[in-house]
């Protein structure tokens, strides 16, 4: 069955890049903890024609995942790629031999990261890339000037057309944005850690995405009580809810869950476009409040 239209509509993520809001994320394509090759090949490259087939023209990647092997399945999947499909990238972190993450935006790594995502994905230029800056899930202070003169370069070669951000802060955006155009922003952000808000307000009145990650990560107990009693009541599942909550939260947010299994992403997608009612928004709000 095909999805023609996916919840949320779309966004201009870039003039040159209307994506539908309702994306993908193929960090669960990789092995455990995001390492190695896939348990079930095939299921992974069903997964991502799945996708496409859905409808969804956003997919969220990184070199690092793997490292290589998400980007491989994607092009093994999907190359030679519709010109509807936005492929996002990003660069910032390395893996090693024992598939530990680790940070790293030294100008010879970053470069090194946007060949190898150009390689693995079979592309000459990328479409948008993410800086990604910060830790885990909170930013990091401190100027993000000199990674980002590296990806500046790098999109002045014509290997980058847009550049975006990852775990970042608002004065860290404002000083990207005196150096380059930035088209989206990539954050931890759910309905229980709030602490993105006004950022996500600011962007929005900018035009520019907003991209949520971890739509069910940081619950404490008792959030997560709440999120499954409004989602019990509402006769769906906290993924449905969570992610539904976020298309309604502001117009700028692009939901990219991620799944290994073709059933899963089926269901993520149809999830997505459950209608709130007012009281189960307000509920859901009082979580993070």
Same mark, same amino acid.
């Given at each position: 069955?095909?999805?023609?239209?996916?919840?949320?509509?779309?966004?201009?993520?870039?003039?040159?890049?209307? !994506?539908?809001?309702?994306?993908?994320?193929?960090?669960?394509?990789?092995?455990?903890?995001?390492?190695?090759?896939?348990?079930?090949?095939?299921?992974?490259? $069903?997964?991502?024609?799945?996708?496409?087939?859905?409808?969804?023209?956003? @997919?969220?990647? /990184?070199?690092?995942?793997?490292?290589?092997?998400? #980007?491989?399945?994607?092009?093994?999947?999907?190359?030679?790629?519709?010109?509807?499909?936005?492929?996002?990238?990003?660069?910032?972190?390395?893996?090693?031999?024992?598939?530990?993450?680790?940070?790293?935006?030294?100008?010879?790594? =970053?470069?090194?990261? !946007?060949?190898? #995502?150009?390689? *693995? =994905?079979?592309?000459?230029?990328? $479409?948008?890339?993410?800086?990604?800056?910060?830790?885990?899930?909170?930013?990091?202070?401190?100027?993000?000037?000199?990674?980002?003169?590296?990806? /500046?370069?790098?999109?002045?070669?014509?290997?980058?057309?847009?550049?975006?951000?990852?775990?970042? $802060?608002?004065?860290?955006?404002?000083?990207?944005?005196?150096?380059?155009?930035?088209?989206?922003?990539?954050?931890?952000? *759910?309905?229980?850690?709030?602490?993105?808000?006004?950022?996500?307000?600011?962007?929005?009145?900018?035009? @520019?995405?907003?991209?949520?990650?971890?739509?069910?990560?940081?619950?404490?107990?008792?959030?997560?009580?709440?999120?499954?009693?409004?989602?019990?009541?509402?006769?769906?599942?906290?993924?449905?809810?969570?992610?539904?909550?976020?298309?309604?939260?502001?117009? #700028?947010?692009? =939901?990219?869950?991620?799944?290994?299994?073709?059933?899963?992403?089926?269901? #993520?997608?149809?999830?997505?476009?459950?209608?709130?009612?007012?009281?189960?928004?307000?509920?859901?709000?009082?979580?993070?409040?």
């Amino acid at each position: 069955m095909t999805i023609r239209t996916l919840p949320g509509g779309t966004f201009a993520l870039t003039p040159d890049h209307i !994506v539908t809001r309702t994306g993908y994320g193929a960090m669960q394509l990789a092995g455990p903890n995001v390492f190695g090759p896939p348990a079930d090949h095939g299921a992974a490259i $069903d997964v991502l024609r799945t996708a496409v087939e859905l409808g969804i023209t956003h @997919i969220d990647t /990184a070199d690092f995942y793997g490292p290589h092997v998400t #980007n491989r399945l994607i092009r093994e999947a999907l190359h030679p790629y519709s010109s509807e499909l936005t492929i996002v990238t990003k660069i910032g972190s390395v893996r090693d031999a024992e598939g530990a993450w680790v940070h790293d935006v030294g100008a010879a790594s =970053l470069r090194q990261n !946007v060949l190898d #995502n150009l390689a *693995n =994905l079979g592309v000459d230029t990328l $479409d948008v890339v993410n800086l990604r800056l910060g830790g885990f899930d909170s930013p990091v202070p401190g100027s993000v000037a000199e990674p980002l003169g590296v990806l /500046a370069d790098l999109q002045r070669e014509g290997l980058v057309r847009h550049i975006g951000l990852s775990t970042v $802060d608002a004065e860290q955006i404002a000083e990207a944005q005196t150096m380059v155009p930035i088209v989206s922003v990539q954050n931890f952000y *759910n309905i229980a850690n709030r602490g993105d808000d006004a950022l996500i307000d600011s962007l929005a009145a900018q035009g @520019i995405a907003y991209v949520p990650y971890f739509p069910l990560g940081g619950f404490s107990p008792i959030q997560s009580e709440t999120l499954n009693t409004v989602a019990a009541r509402l006769g769906a599942t906290p993924m449905s809810v969570a992610l539904a909550w976020l298309l309604q939260r502001s117009p #700028n947010i692009l =939901l990219i869950p991620g799944t290994s299994s073709s059933a899963h992403l089926r269901e #993520n997608v149809h999830g997505a476009g459950l209608e709130l009612p007012a009281d189960a928004v307000a509920e859901l709000d009082a979580i993070g409040a």
